[in-house]
């Protein structure tokens, strides 16, 4: 998502996000979208905070996403999961944010990806022509050669 979409998400500032994001050491990282747009995502965010505890803010985001994503209390990072029918109150539905950053996140990394497909068809558009030019060199030279052995042929027959 945005970086501004995020930090409304992570109740923290636009700046804030920018800021870590232009940090020299471990930066707040990233996901370049096809039109060079930077976009961020919630698993980024929350790998940086967790790398960077004794910045500003960086807690408040991991409190945040707890709350976002139901994390229990001192395992930040960690996903909820319950199995079996004795633990159902721990077990909770999916909420609409999370499924809108899910989404959004999804969004983003299938744009990466078709760009990569595109990258990789270009590549695969320029190996095609150059084997056809290599065919057709392939091809003059060797009638060039058919010709070279005619005349010497028809030399020393002469």
């Known amino acids: 998502m945005s970086r501004a979409a995020l930090a409304k998400e992570a109740g923290v500032s636009a700046a804030t996000l920018k800021s870590w994001s232009d940090r020299e050491?471990?930066?707040?990282?990233?996901?370049?979208?096809?039109?060079?747009?930077?976009?961020?995502?919630?698993?980024?965010?929350?790998?940086?905070?967790?790398g960077n505890p004794n910045l500003t803010a960086t807690r408040q985001v991991l409190?945040?996403?707890?709350?976002?994503?139901?994390?229990?209390?001192?395992?930040?990072?960690?996903?909820?999961?319950?199995?079996?029918?004795d633990l159902p109150t721990r077990s909770r539905p999916t909420s609409t944010r999370t499924a809108l950053s899910d989404s959004a996140t999804l969004r983003s990394a299938l744009a990466d990806l078709k760009t990569q497909v595109q990258e990789h068809q270009s590549v695969v558009a320029a190996a095609t022509q150059l084997a056809l030019d290599a065919d057709r060199a392939q091809t003059a030279l060797l009638t060039r050669v058919e010709h070279l052995e005619l005349a010497v042929a028809s030399a020393t027959e002469s």
Request: proline letters at 12%.
């Open 25 to 50: 050491t471990a930066p707040l990282k990233g996901v370049e979208a096809p039109g060079g747009r930077l976009l961020y995502t919630w698993s980024h965010l929350r790998d940086f905070c967790m």
């Open 63 to 85: 409190q945040r996403y707890r709350e976002l994503f139901f994390d229990p209390p001192g395992h930040p990072g960690q996903p909820v999961t319950t199995v079996g029918a």
